[in-house]
């Protein structure tokens, strides 16, 4: 199986011009301040993914959520591009990163998905860098995997000695804010913890999978105008998209997410199901973006899955081809493909991969050169009328994060 039969070259018209054109991601983020950016990093066959927040409601400070750090260098020359990029320090709202590198809880939550190398490999590192005492890192989250490795060992000691860090593992359900951004626990279900201690359960399905909700919904009162004195609750959903971040995960834990998230089938009962709805909003597990598990390999994904996700944005963090497991997997890819466009029954050539809205971190342009299209930015506005926004940044899997490189893909 090559690389050519798994993913397509990606068609250089679909690029936008360079930065400092209008189409720049640093442009994108300044005239959009209240976004949210969600960064998926090329490094290959693993994991180091960066959500910048929207500024805080409080100081109006962006802060940073981050998921998996696979290699020593990817994030932090991210950080630092964030930070070289300041228009107006005095105007917090138009900032990047707008405290200084290291600064109080500018790393409100670190997490590694599970203690596999090409997930944290980066770990120790990124604590060397930014745990001070000041404490730049808020929160840490792991699944309470115990893997007896030199690197976990290590990052335990680390966090041992960082008491300034609160530390979380959490399993499906548990839900946290940060500020207007919601993040909630899809797996591993709570049965599937249990198990860890008996090695009952594969490293990979201990992943923590998470969905990123902005905004979040939020209940909210409305006064009566033919009750004085009384009050409406209610939820306000519409506006929010989400993104599903499927670390690891494999059929054990999206088959424990199924029955902790349920799906509600109108068809059986369509009364009750309107009304759950109406006071729940979509389904649980429904997103606009979905990062594929398990660097979509065959076991990380299935049909059924992605059509109950229904993402119009599938995201793929390997290499195209080749290493030593051939990620992505053409399995995966094919049911991918056939959740966007069924051709099944119908027979209709089938669209490429980029039409599909399928983008892999390890994908070149079709060039003579094979230009890498490298790491992936997404902007998610606050409000809902406002499409959202890709860019890649044009790195290999060993470059720096260059911003001012970004391109963004025609939609």
Same mark, same amino acid.
């Given at each position: 199986?090559?690389?050519?039969?798994?993913?397509?070259?990606?068609?250089?018209?679909?690029?936008?011009?360079?930065?400092?054109?209008?189409?720049?991601?640093?442009?994108?983020?300044?005239?959009?301040?209240?976004?949210? *950016?969600?960064? =998926? !990093?090329? @490094?290959?066959?693993?994991? %180091?993914?960066? &959500?910048?927040?929207?500024? #805080? $409601?409080?100081?109006? *400070?962006?802060? =940073? !959520?981050? @998921?998996?750090?696979?290699? %020593?260098?990817? &994030?932090?020359?991210?950080? #630092? $591009?964030?930070?070289?990029?300041?228009?107006?320090?005095?105007?917090?709202?138009?900032?990047?990163?707008?405290?200084?590198?290291?600064?109080?809880?500018?790393?409100?939550?670190?997490?590694?998905?599970?203690?596999?190398?090409?997930?944290?490999?980066?770990?120790?590192?990124?604590?060397?860098?930014?745990?001070?005492?000041?404490?730049?890192?808020?929160?840490?989250?792991?699944?309470?995997?115990?893997?007896?490795?030199?690197?976990?060992?290590?990052?335990?000691?680390?966090?041992?000695?960082?008491?300034?860090?609160?530390?979380?593992?959490?399993?499906?359900?548990?839900?946290?804010?940060?500020?207007?951004?919601?993040?909630?626990?899809?797996?591993?279900?709570?049965?599937?913890?249990?198990?860890?201690?008996?090695?009952?359960?594969?490293?990979?399905?201990?992943?923590?999978?998470?969905?990123?909700?902005?905004?979040?919904?939020?209940?909210?009162?409305?006064?009566?105008?033919?009750?004085?004195?009384?009050?409406?609750?209610?939820?306000?959903?519409?506006?929010?998209?989400?993104?599903?971040?499927?670390?690891?995960?494999?059929?054990?834990?999206?088959?424990?997410?199924?029955?902790?998230?349920?799906?509600?089938?109108?068809?059986?009962?369509?009364?009750?199901?309107?009304?759950?709805?109406?006071?729940?909003?979509?389904?649980?597990?429904?997103?606009?973006?979905?990062?594929?598990?398990?660097?979509?390999?065959?076991?990380?994904?299935?049909?059924?899955?992605?059509?109950?996700?229904?993402?119009?944005?599938?995201?793929?963090?390997?290499?195209?081809?080749?290493?030593?497991?051939?990620?992505?997997?053409?399995?995966?890819?094919?049911?991918?493909?056939?959740?966007?466009?069924?051709?099944?029954?119908?027979?209709?050539?089938?669209?490429?991969?980029?039409?599909?809205?399928?983008?892999?971190?390890?994908?070149?342009?079709?060039?003579?050169?094979?230009?890498?299209?490298?790491?992936?930015?997404?902007?998610?506005?606050?409000?809902?009328?406002?499409?959202?926004?890709?860019?890649?940044?044009?790195?290999?899997?060993?470059?720096?994060?260059?911003?001012?490189?970004?391109?963004?893909?025609?939609?």
């Amino acid at each position: 199986m090559t690389a050519a039969t798994v993913l397509d070259p990606f068609d250089p018209a679909t690029l936008l011009p360079a930065d400092p054109a209008p189409g720049s991601l640093v442009n994108a983020i300044e005239s959009d301040p209240e976004a949210l *950016v969600y960064f =998926l !990093l090329n @490094v290959g066959d693993g994991d %180091s993914q960066v &959500v910048l927040l929207p500024p #805080d $409601s409080n100081d109006g *400070v962006r802060r =940073l !959520l981050i @998921v998996d750090v696979a290699t %020593s260098g990817k &994030v932090p020359a991210l950080l #630092d $591009s964030l930070h070289a990029h300041k228009p107006d320090v005095t105007d917090l709202n138009k900032g990047l990163l707008t405290e200084p590198p290291g600064s109080s809880r500018q790393i409100r939550l670190l997490v590694v998905t599970h203690p596999h190398a090409d997930h944290m490999r980066g770990v120790p590192d990124l604590l060397d860098r930014y745990n001070g005492t000041n404490g730049c890192i808020d929160q840490f989250w792991d699944p309470g995997f115990y893997f007896p490795t030199p690197m976990f060992h290590t990052l335990m000691a680390q966090l041992e000695a960082s008491p300034w860090i609160r530390r979380l593992q959490p399993t499906s359900g548990t839900t946290c804010y940060f500020d207007d951004v919601k993040v909630t626990v899809v797996g591993p279900g709570v049965g599937l913890r249990m198990r860890f201690d008996t090695y009952g359960v594969e490293i990979n399905d201990s992943s923590l999978t998470l969905m990123v909700e902005f905004p979040a919904g939020r209940v909210y009162t409305e006064s009566d105008p033919d009750k004085e004195g009384r009050a409406d609750r209610k939820t306000a959903r519409d506006s929010s998209r989400r993104l599903l971040l499927g670390a690891d995960a494999q059929f054990t834990s999206w088959a424990q997410a199924t029955v902790d998230f349920p799906d509600l089938h109108s068809q059986r009962n369509p009364v009750l199901a309107t009304e759950l709805r109406a006071a729940r909003g979509r389904d649980y597990m429904a997103a606009e973006v979905f990062k594929l598990s398990h660097h979509a390999s065959k076991h990380g994904v299935n049909l059924e899955l992605l059509e109950r996700v229904a993402a119009q944005t599938l995201l793929v963090s390997s290499g195209s081809g080749g290493g030593s497991y051939n990620f992505p997997h053409l399995l995966a890819m094919e049911a991918a493909r056939e959740s966007r466009q069924s051709t099944t029954t119908s027979g209709a050539p089938r669209k490429t991969d980029h039409e599909l809205g399928i983008h892999c971190t390890g994908g070149t342009l079709n060039d003579t050169a094979g230009t890498p299209l490298g790491s992936i930015a997404i902007v998610v506005p606050r409000w809902k009328h406002d499409r959202l926004r890709m860019f890649r940044l044009m790195d290999d899997r060993r470059g720096i994060i260059n911003l001012s490189q970004s391109r963004e893909v025609a939609p």
